[in-house]
Nanobody
């Protein structure tokens, strides 16, 4: 599974951005499961921002509830993060994450995980 993220930019406080991340698979019949977004600032760990199950159930970090909305297009294997009312503390590198699985010829379920490259979101005045 390969992930490619788009949409990072510089924005003023109170502004909005939408991040996109497209998952591509090749070879085996791979099913994309949970997709999500994490963020990281220098010297700190990478933290979950939001994720969404294949069935569309979202999960948000408390710090972004009510401001960010995660969604996905299962047909295109794309996950979106709509970020509204951005704050200075939202400044970070944002990474998309996907979990996936496939079955081997002996019917064994193999779980995969992938990270996209970071896309920088800067909130500044």
């Amino acid at each position: 599974v390969q992930l490619q993220a788009f949409g990072g930019a510089s924005v003023q406080p109170g502004g909005s951005l939408r991040l996109s991340c497209a998952a591509s698979v090749s070879g085996r019949t791979v099913t994309i499961d949970t997709m999500g977004w994490y963020r990281q600032t220098p010297g700190k760990q990478r933290d979950l921002v939001a994720d969404i199950s294949s069935g569309g159930m979202p999960n948000y970090a408390d710090s972004v509830k009510g401001r960010f909305t995660i969604s996905r297009d299962n047909a295109k294997n794309i996950v979106y993060l709509q970020m509204n009312n951005l704050k200075f503390e939202d400044t970070a590198d944002y990474y998309c994450r996907a979990h996936a699985h496939y079955f081997t010829s002996s019917d064994e379920r193999v779980v995969l995980g992938a990270w996209g490259q970071g896309t920088l979101v800067t909130v500044s005045s």
